[in-house]
Every structure is written in C-alpha cells, then in structure tokens.
C-alpha cells in the first residue's frame, strides 16, 4: 500500500497496461470492461473509474475516532496543477511494465485544526500535503483522470473538512473516499459521479455531512467562510 488501506488490492482490479505501441491484450481489455467505467469530464479527459477494497465508516463518530488528523483547509492549486503520482511494475519476461497505485499529492493551507495526534506540530494557517486517491495520468501522449470509487477531488476556492490517516510513509492520506471530506461552502454536484456505484451513495454522504456539522458546528460558525 502506497497511499491508503483500500489500495492494496490495487494491483488485482487495475488492468491498464502502460506500453510503448499503447496496446492492451484481448484478456486485459476484457476485464477492464467489467472493472472499470469510462466517462467524458468537460469534453476533455476521460475518467476511468476504478473499483477497491478500503475501510468504510458508517458514522462521523467512527471515522472520526480513527482519523489521525482532522482539518478545516482548502487547497492552494486546482487540480490539473497538483502532482500527480503514478507508479509501475517493472516490466518482467518480455511484459510491459503495468499500472501498479496512482495518487495526488495535494497542498492544502490548514484554517483549523481540528484532531492531530500527540507531537504532531501542525498549527492553524499551516500548509500541508496531503494524498488523494485519484490522479491524472498520461500514456501515449493521452491523458486520463484515474479515480477509485468515485472520489471527487476537492477544488481550489472550496473549502473542507477533511478526515486523513497517516499512511506510515510520513504523509497523511484521505480515508473514507468521498465520505472523507465533506465541502463547506457549497452543495457539490454528486449525481453524474455517484450513479456509477450504489445507489444510496448520496444520501450516506448528506448523512455523514449533516453528522461533521453537529460536532464542528462551532468551529465552522468562527470561520468567515
């Protein structure tokens, strides 16, 4: 695992093979139609949406009790501007070298601090990275946006709650995918990205949401927003 829990299955779903002739087996085509789902963002770039295992939490309560570090920040860059990491197997006995963990390395300017964990020195109005599972990735002169379970990246000039766990590399990554960090200031538009998992994905995020602004009701109040 590179960047969070759910991606340590990775390697098993992910069947983009990144080749020189950009060609892709008959096989690996064939399970890429049942593991993942194509679909035009802005006329531009393709999203290619993959499926991985990761911990779920049902309640704020949970998610917050495990989260390492919580924080009211936005971040700096938009997206197509943040590093984007993706990171390959080695090609072996005349195979190409495949698609192995994608991320995004993600700056964000910290207005609150809201759990951190003992000696951790992270302060209010701090910058800091931060992974989140999705990526652009170029291949053959052609670039796709790669992104597990829907996550929606969050967007410069929003602001968030964000729930992160230390991924034991020293950086701290998203958990929960879109139920790890919940937009502030305004309503996202979830439909076109929620309707290719389960059904009741939104309703669990409005749920979760309502849930993260009880608890941090008071600290959202003092924040001008």
């Given at each position: 695992?590179?960047?969070?829990?759910?991606l340590?299955?990775?390697?098993?779903i992910?069947?983009i093979?990144?080749?020189?002739?950009?060609e892709?087996?008959?096989?690996?085509?064939?399970?890429n139609e049942?593991?993942?789902e194509?679909?035009?963002?802005?006329?531009e770039?393709?999203?290619?949406?993959i499926?991985g295992?990761?911990?779920?939490y049902?309640?704020?309560?949970?998610l917050?009790?495990?989260?390492?570090?919580v924080?009211?920040a936005?971040?700096?860059?938009?997206?197509?501007?943040?590093?984007?990491?993706?990171?390959?197997?080695?090609?072996?006995?005349?195979?190409?070298?495949?698609?192995e963990?994608?991320?995004?390395r993600?700056?964000?300017?910290?207005?609150k601090?809201?759990k951190?964990p003992?000696?951790?020195?992270i302060?209010?109005?701090?910058?800091?990275?931060?992974?989140?599972?999705?990526?652009?990735i170029?291949?053959?002169?052609?670039?796709?946006?790669f992104t597990?379970?829907?996550?929606i990246?969050?967007?410069k000039?929003?602001?968030?709650i964000?729930?992160?766990?230390?991924?034991?590399?020293?950086?701290?990554?998203?958990i929960?995918m879109?139920?790890?960090?919940?937009?502030?200031k305004?309503?996202?538009?979830?439909q076109?990205l929620?309707?290719?998992s389960?059904?009741?994905?939104?309703d669990?995020?409005?749920e979760?949401?309502?849930?993260?602004?009880?608890r941090?009701?008071?600290?959202?109040?003092?924040?001008?927003l």
């Open positions: 695992m590179r960047t969070l829990k759910m340590i299955t990775i390697q098993c992910l069947f093979v990144a080749c020189s002739n950009n892709i087996s008959s096989e690996r085509s064939e399970a049942q593991s993942q194509i679909s035009k963002v802005n006329n770039i393709e999203t290619i949406f499926h295992n990761y911990v779920v049902e309640s704020e309560i949970d917050y009790e495990d989260a390492d570090l924080v009211l936005n971040p700096i860059d938009s997206f197509v501007d943040r590093e984007h990491v993706a990171r390959y197997t080695p090609p072996q006995g005349g195979a190409p070298k495949t698609l963990d994608f991320f995004t993600t700056t964000i300017k910290i207005k601090v809201l951190s003992e000696g951790l020195d302060q209010d109005n701090s910058e800091l990275d931060i992974i989140e599972p999705v990526s652009i170029e291949n053959g002169g052609v670039q796709k946006k597990v379970e829907n996550y990246e969050i967007e000039d929003n602001h968030y964000i729930y992160l766990k230390d991924n034991t590399y020293g950086e701290f990554g998203v929960n879109n139920n790890g960090r919940f937009n502030l305004s309503e996202e538009q979830l076109s929620m309707q290719h389960h059904n009741d994905d939104i669990k995020h409005e979760m949401k309502k849930q993260v602004f009880e941090f009701e008071n600290e959202i109040k003092d924040y001008d």
